[in-house]
């Protein structure tokens, strides 16, 4: 079984920073893609940044310049660096990953639980 548990969530203050960790645990033989999404109340679940297991990086254009998403292979974790908070940047936060469990199995697509990221004064 694979889970993947999200953490760093939390309230802060326009312009400040918060740092989100989502590590990959169980039945795990590779692990491809991963990244973050987010869904804000009343909206649809969107792309906020992903990371290929040979590093290169993608980035939704409202977060450019302002996040940066990293991994780190041998922990099968990724990382989501958010500074420059804006009010707009509230939302739940979800880490996904394609993973393959076992030798012979697929790549499936899995999610963390959700972790809340508040951005308010």
């Known amino acids: 079984q694979v889970q993947l548990v999200e953490s760093g969530g939390g309230l802060v203050q326009p312009g400040g920073s918060l740092r989100l960790s989502c590590a990959a645990s169980?039945?795990?033989?590779?692990?491809?893609?991963m990244g973050w999404y987010r869904q804000a109340p009343g909206k649809q679940r969107e792309l906020v940044a992903s990371?290929?297991?040979?590093?290169?990086?993608d980035y939704a254009a409202f977060v450019k310049g302002r996040f940066t998403i990293s991994r780190d292979n041998a922990k099968n974790t990724v990382y989501l660096q958010m500074n420059s908070l804006k009010p707009e940047d509230t939302a739940v936060y979800y880490c996904n990953a394609v993973i393959k469990a076992g030798r012979y199995s697929t790549y499936d697509n899995y999610w963390g639980q959700g972790t809340q990221v508040t951005v308010s004064s």
């Open positions: 169980g039945s795990i033989f590779n692990i491809d893609a």
């Open positions: 990371i290929t297991k040979s590093y290169n990086m």
